[in-house]
């Protein structure tokens, strides 16, 4: 069958989001972005606040978002947030529960009770408990792994009937080969081997 489209809100919009039959989203508007509720079963749209939002999420009957200055920022100097249910157009900024400090917050969702952000300042990931009123890193204690660095430098590679072998810079530069097809790796030299050449059915090697 054929499927039909039908317009329901004849404006340009982004941050759209779905939640219990409504239409939640930020309006591009000229004289300043807001956002906007749109009741789908009724086809009624309500105004919920003047700020411009993104990263729309909702929890019980309140709409959380980042407040940002332009419709092209993804950080925030903080998150509000506003009823999702007013009983009519909502001119004023939204409530602040977290402030984004010097730096701003940015990536905002939620898990249905608590928010989960990314606090700029400090780069740190956090839980916000709605209910209880308060904030945990969720990386406390968490150090980001340094990358391996090679022992040796100067890798060599060549390839034999399906085998690869290789020079391996992050083991010593020992010798090693590797089969795509079985997946296995095996170090076939202890020492460290400078260069490699392979010549009929033997390895030869410095």
């Not at 606090?119 to 990931?125: F, R, T």
Request: proline share 3%; glycine share 10%.
């Amino acid at each position: 069958g054929s499927s039909v489209r039908t317009l329901v809100v004849d404006e340009k919009i982004n941050n759209l989001i779905l939640h219990d039959g409504c239409l939640f989203y930020t309006v591009n508007n000229l004289l300043g972005d807001y956002i906007e509720k749109y009741d789908i079963n009724s086809g009624t749209r309500r105004k919920l606040t003047q700020d411009a939002g993104i990263c729309l999420t909702v929890i019980g009957t309140d709409l959380y978002y980042i407040s940002v200055d332009l419709n092209t920022a993804i950080i925030g100097k903080g998150i509000f947030k506003v009823s999702i249910n007013p009983l009519t157009d909502n001119n004023l900024p939204g409530t602040k529960v977290i402030d984004g400090g010097e730096m701003g917050v940015c990536s905002l969702t939620s898990n249905g009770s608590n928010l989960i952000y990314y606090d700029v300042n400090g780069y740190k990931l956090m839980n916000y408990s709605v209910s209880k009123n308060t904030a945990t890193n969720i990386l406390e204690g968490f150090t980001k792994p340094e990358d391996p660095t090679p022992t040796s430098f100067g890798s060599q590679v060549n390839a034999k009937d399906g085998v690869i072998y290789y020079l391996d810079i992050y083991d010593g530069k020992t010798l090693h080969s590797y089969d795509p097809v079985s997946k296995n790796n095996f170090r076939l030299t202890t020492e460290k081997v400078d260069n490699f050449s392979i010549i009929g059915d033997y390895i030869y090697m410095n």
